[in-house]
């Protein structure tokens, strides 16, 4: 099971991540999802971050949404370039949202963002 998981390397954390993410690189937007992206100086592979607010649903809602997210980018992540932080803003529509079209719009997100050949 632990194979299947978003390892904590992997995962943006700190509000100065999420900041320089939002003020230094670009973002697309979605019907599902916003996608921030930065290329920082780094070499280390891909790390993601996700944001969903209260209003976004319940508890339970919320959660779900980020796993799908988290596994979306596990996949994915050996396509994406080394050094590259993403962070994810999901809308209230991802949480009636299937798992293969959270999917389709990540790619499309990413790959319009120039990191992901679609």
Same mark, same amino acid.
């Given at each position: 099971?632990?194979?299947?998981?978003? %390892?904590? %390397?992997?995962? &943006?954390?700190?509000?100065?991540?999420?900041?320089?993410?939002?003020?230094?690189?670009?973002?697309?937007?979605?019907?599902?999802?916003? &996608?921030?992206?930065?290329? #920082?100086?780094? #070499?280390?592979?891909?790390? &993601?971050?996700?944001?969903?607010? /209260?209003?976004?649903?319940?508890?339970?809602?919320?959660?779900?949404?980020?796993?799908?997210?988290?596994?979306?980018? /596990?996949?994915? /992540?050996?396509?994406? %370039?080394?050094?590259?932080?993403?962070?994810?803003?999901? /809308?209230?529509?991802?949480?009636?949202?299937?798992?293969?079209? &959270?999917?389709?719009?990540?790619?499309?997100?990413?790959?319009?963002?120039?990191?992901?050949?679609?």
């Amino acid at each position: 099971m632990a194979a299947l998981t978003l %390892p904590k %390397p992997a995962r &943006l954390a700190r509000r100065a991540e999420f900041t320089a993410v939002r003020s230094h690189g670009k973002s697309q937007h979605g019907n599902f999802m916003v &996608l921030g992206t930065w290329q #920082s100086s780094t #070499s280390e592979p891909a790390r &993601l971050g996700v944001i969903t607010a /209260r209003r976004t649903g319940t508890a339970v809602e919320r959660n779900r949404a980020r796993r799908r997210i988290r596994e979306i980018f /596990r996949v994915h /992540r050996s396509l994406l %370039p080394g050094g590259l932080w993403m962070v994810v803003v999901l /809308r209230r529509a991802a949480v009636g949202a299937t798992f293969a079209a &959270l999917t389709e719009e990540w790619r499309a997100l990413t790959a319009r963002a120039g990191y992901l050949k679609a």
